[in-house]
């Protein structure tokens, strides 16, 4: 088994709204920050596991994502997967 950590990067789909990501823009702005065009606030999960492979562990972070970790009505997920061992 090797170690393995999944950096899971969860954002709100394209063409959702985002109100956090509003909010941050106009504070952003209202800090004369006005080459802002637009933000977008989402999340980041770090998972630490163990697989036999590489690929195993990828789909294993693609399962997790699925079933827990993202909405799939409104968040799309990106995963990086680095060796930790």
Known sequence: MTSYIAEVHITPRAGLLDPEG???????????????????VGRLITVRMSADSESGARASAVDMCRRLLA??????????LRNDG
């Open 71 to 80: 909405n799939p009505v409104t968040e799309d997920f990106e995963i990086v």
């Open 22 to 40: 509003k909010a941050v823009q106009s504070a952003l702005r209202s800090l004369e920050f006005d080459e802002v065009e637009d933000v977008r």
